[in-house]
């Protein structure tokens, strides 16, 4: 039996398109409303079309749900991040036991902070470590193979010396990218 060592089972989420389909279902449902007003009939919208307020409320519900757990998440990890000073270097998965979260989300959190500007960080190239108060700028090749092709063709990163996820050039040697953590 495997033991479960992550404490959330809720998502990290963008809620973008949470919101936007909330918007068109309230936007179709203030059209029907509109039409019914006006006697309208137009694909027999004013008849249903009201109704369609009803889910989009609980969508609403829904992404703000999703926005507050987002944000409990980014302030878990920077309360363990502000544990570590934000500085030195420390292994994702520790992190991620630490703030009871799994690697792959910490990640998100990470970048989303990073892009924020409300930390800085890089990855150590040749053991993948987090590296806390140092950061790499983002400079993609000009000629990148997307990771579909590259996995397609079999071309390894050391072949075009670049990460073939996010196209930072590679250091020689390299077996994870310094920006985005992935291993080459």
Not at 58 to 83: C, E, P, V
Not at 126 to 147: A, F, N, W
């Amino acid at each position: 039996m495997r033991k479960v060592r992550y404490y959330e089972h809720e998502k990290y989420e963008p809620v973008v398109g949470t919101f936007a389909t909330a918007s068109v279902f309230t936007f179709v449902g203030i059209i029907s409303l509109i039409f019914l007003r006006l006697n309208i009939d137009f694909l027999s919208l004013r008849h249903w079309g009201y109704w369609m307020l009803i889910p989009a409320f609980f969508i609403f519900i829904g992404g703000f749900r999703q926005l507050y757990t987002n944000n409990q998440y980014k302030k878990a990890l920077l309360a363990t991040l502000m544990d570590r000073n934000m500085e030195g270097t420390h292994e994702l998965e520790k992190i991620a036991q630490e703030v009871g979260l799994e690697p792959k989300v910490v990640l998100q959190i990470l970048m989303s902070l990073r892009e924020k500007g409300l930390i800085k960080y890089r990855f150590n190239s040749e053991s993948g470590e987090i590296i806390l108060g140092e950061s790499t700028r983002y400079r993609p090749v000009e000629e990148r193979v997307s990771t579909r092709k590259a996995k397609s063709a079999s071309i390894t990163p050391m072949e075009k010396n670049y990460c073939i996820y996010c196209g930072q050039p590679l250091n020689q040697g390299a077996r994870f990218c310094e920006y985005c953590g992935s291993e080459v």
